[in-house]
């Protein structure tokens, strides 16, 4: 996994990883979740990959349209 950058430094995402056509996303509390197409739509899992490899902004994203119920939890 590839650590995020956490530019505003108030996110609680630490690292992702992504996929073909899905994102895994680990918090600092170590729950990784895997938010892929078909669970949380292709439109929203690339705009979370960009906010990703930005390192700002995927926190609020997902808070707002995506919802972490909209991913796996994979532990």
């Known amino acids: 996994m590839k650590t995020y950058e956490n530019v505003s430094g108030e996110s609680y ?9 899905s994102i895994t996303i680990k918090y600092m509390d ?27 902004g ?6 707002r349209f995506v919802g972490k119920d909209r991913g796996k939890k994979l532990n």
Do not use: C, R, W
């Open 58 to 63: 995927l926190s609020g994203f997902i808070s």
């Open 13 to 21: 995402i630490t690292a992702y990883e992504n996929g073909e056509d």
């Open 30 to 56: 170590g729950s990784v979740y895997l938010f892929t197409y078909q669970g949380a739509g292709s439109a929203n899992v690339e705009q979370m990959k960009k906010y990703a490899l930005f390192g700002h």
